[in-house]
């Protein structure tokens, strides 16, 4: 869905993924269909701005059933999870949350893995569509080790609300955001104290999808452009959004939540160790206030030049209900952080999310 005003409301995912089926939430008054990777799910339900109101106030939810699940079963589930992947996973307790990445050979972020056990399985929630290449990935580094790897996107379906809650006995199993927060042994890229999203609550709750309408009920509903808004305010990067094919996790200050520095070895961590220890990311991300007097946004994936230069690329566009037209982009490393950027004729101040 394209915003009324000319931004592209959601950013197109890396690489061609399977579309999910669209949601029967679609089926509502008022909603409008999303595209991109948020497509399958309402863009609005009429009143984006209102959305984006109740869901921080936590009194709207917003449909993500479009997200994959997958189940990781079997004894050695979390020390088979923890060998690959950049999180300490061995000791996570029943309904603890955490959240964790997978990274090719040179350290290129390629999954995000949000993270909860049962006690008796391992749940996963991904980006839409990388249900199913993530399945088969960890079906390709099982050999002899007695996990079993589900994808369940067709059976389980997400909801997103403004919740700090983790879940409890007797309630939908939910997995809850630990953005900001610095998790186990890691780094922070940004400011740790005054981050603008210390505080935030949010949490993915898990529904049979037979049953998504009856767990939503008579809530009010956020669509993804109100979800997308607070993301981009909160400095939270998403796969696909903020990522790209050679994307490491400091360039997006993605240690803090996902990556442990001093863990066992798995695929990508000389890259991490050494970025982490020997130098800075090539690139770093920003977010940025946008001038909102034209009629229209810049696109995602826009050129953002400093004078004549291009020196990076927008990644996420948003209007936010307090702060007006916001985003995010990733910008070369050396690009001074007190200067004015341009994005096809828009003009930007920048706020550095990764310090130069």
Same mark, same amino acid.
């Given at each position: 869905?394209?915003?009324?005003?000319?931004?592209?409301?959601?950013?197109?995912?890396?690489?061609?993924?399977? *579309?999910?089926?669209?949601?029967?939430?679609?089926?509502?008054?008022?909603?409008?269909?999303?595209?991109?990777?948020?497509?399958?799910?309402?863009?609005?339900?009429?009143?984006?701005?209102?959305?984006?109101?109740?869901?921080?106030?936590? #009194?709207?939810?917003?449909?993500?059933?479009?997200?994959?699940?997958?189940?990781?079963?079997?004894?050695?589930?979390?020390?088979?999870?923890?060998?690959? @992947?950049?999180?300490?996973?061995?000791?996570?307790?029943? /309904?603890?949350?955490?959240?964790? !990445?997978?990274?090719?050979?040179?350290?290129?972020?390629?999954?995000? #893995?949000?993270?909860?056990?049962?006690?008796?399985?391992?749940?996963?929630?991904?980006?839409?569509?990388?249900?199913?290449?993530?399945?088969?990935?960890?079906?390709?580094?099982?050999?002899?080790?007695?996990?079993?790897?589900?994808?369940?996107?067709?059976?389980?379906?997400?909801?997103?609300?403004?919740?700090?809650?983790?879940?409890?006995?007797?309630?939908?199993?939910?997995? *809850?955001?630990?953005?900001?927060?610095?998790?186990?042994? @890691?780094?922070?890229?940004?400011?740790?104290?005054?981050?603008?999203?210390?505080?935030?609550?949010?949490?993915?709750?898990?529904?049979?999808?037979?049953?998504?309408?009856?767990?939503?009920?008579?809530?009010?509903?956020?669509?993804?452009?109100?979800?997308?808004?607070?993301?981009?305010?909160?400095?939270?990067?998403? !796969?696909?959004?903020?990522?790209?094919?050679?994307?490491?996790?400091?360039?997006?200050?993605?240690?803090?939540?996902?990556?442990?520095?001093?863990?066992?070895?798995? /695929?990508?961590?000389?890259?991490?160790?050494?970025?982490?220890?020997?130098?800075?990311?090539?690139?770093?991300?920003?977010?940025?206030?946008?001038?909102?007097?034209?009629?229209?946004?810049?696109?995602?994936?826009?050129?953002?030049?400093?004078?004549? /230069?291009?020196?990076?690329?927008?990644?996420?566009?948003?209007?936010?209900?307090?702060?007006?037209?916001?985003?995010? =982009?990733?910008?070369?490393?050396?690009?001074?952080?007190?200067?004015?950027?341009?994005?096809?004729?828009?003009?930007?101040?920048?706020?550095?999310?990764? =310090?130069?």
């Amino acid at each position: 869905m394209r915003d009324p005003l000319g931004a592209s409301a959601t950013a197109e995912p890396t690489a061609p993924l399977e *579309r999910p089926a669209p949601s029967p939430l679609l089926g509502r008054p008022g909603a409008v269909e999303g595209d991109g990777a948020d497509a399958t799910v309402a863009a609005h339900y009429g009143d984006p701005m209102r959305e984006q109101r109740l869901l921080t106030e936590g #009194l709207a939810v917003v449909d993500l059933s479009h997200r994959g699940v997958v189940t990781v079963t079997g004894p050695d589930r979390l020390s088979w999870l923890h060998s690959l @992947t950049t999180q300490q996973l061995t000791g996570l307790g029943p /309904r603890a949350s955490t959240e964790s !990445l997978v990274l090719s050979p040179k350290g290129h972020i390629e999954h995000d #893995l949000h993270v909860v056990d049962d006690g008796e399985a391992t749940w996963v929630t991904t980006e839409p569509g990388d249900a199913a290449p993530l399945t088969a990935w960890l079906n390709s580094m099982r050999f002899m080790l007695r996990v079993e790897v589900t994808d369940r996107s067709g059976d389980w379906a997400v909801i997103g609300e403004a919740n700090a809650q983790e879940s409890h006995p007797g309630e939908p199993l939910a997995w *809850r955001d630990p953005w900001p927060g610095l998790v186990g042994d @890691t780094a922070a890229y940004g400011p740790v104290e005054g981050h603008p999203a210390q505080g935030r609550a949010w949490r993915e709750v898990l529904v049979p999808r037979a049953q998504l309408e009856e767990a939503v009920g008579d809530r009010d509903l956020a669509g993804s452009w109100a979800s997308e808004a607070l993301r981009v305010a909160a400095w939270r990067p998403r !796969l696909g959004f903020e990522t790209d094919h050679r994307t490491i996790p400091h360039e997006v200050d993605w240690l803090r939540t996902a990556v442990h520095l001093h863990k066992g070895c798995y /695929r990508g961590q000389e890259t991490v160790a050494r970025v982490h220890n020997l130098g800075r990311p090539p690139r770093r991300l920003v977010f940025l206030h946008l001038d909102g007097s034209g009629h229209t946004l810049p696109a995602v994936g826009a050129a953002v030049t400093l004078g004549e /230069r291009p020196v990076g690329h927008l990644t996420s566009v948003s209007r936010h209900f307090e702060d007006g037209p916001i985003a995010l =982009a990733l910008v070369k490393r050396n690009v001074p952080t007190d200067e004015q950027l341009d994005i096809g004729g828009v003009s930007a101040a920048q706020v550095a999310v990764v =310090a130069p």
